[in-house]
């Protein structure tokens, strides 16, 4: 019985450890994804900032051209 228990301990204790490196390894990759998720947020905001200021000078120059005709 005792050798069943030593066992079944050392089992428990390698599933142990091989769980904990597999819950170390999903939150690494999880930061990965959200420092991947944050650049590509950052650089659709940049579009949409220049295709703001596009748009705002585009009006400039038709108001330009309306005002001196």
Same mark, same amino acid.
């Given at each position: 019985? #005792?050798?069943?228990?030593? #066992?079944?301990?050392?089992?428990?204790?390698?599933?142990?450890?091989?769980?904990?490196?597999?819950?170390?390894?999903?939150?690494?990759?999880?930061?990965?994804?959200?420092?991947?998720?944050?650049?590509?947020?950052?650089?659709?905001?940049?579009?949409?900032?220049?295709?703001?200021?596009?748009? #705002?000078?585009?009006?400039?120059?038709?108001?330009?051209?309306?005002?001196?005709?």
């Amino acid at each position: 019985m #005792e050798t069943v228990l030593v #066992e079944l301990e050392k089992q428990l204790i390698d599933q142990r450890m091989d769980l904990g490196t597999q819950i170390k390894n999903s939150e690494e990759a999880l930061i990965r994804t959200k420092e991947g998720f944050l650049k590509v947020e950052g650089a659709l905001e940049l579009i949409n900032i220049i295709k703001t200021k596009l748009a #705002e000078k585009k009006d400039e120059v038709v108001e330009e051209i309306i005002g001196s005709s």
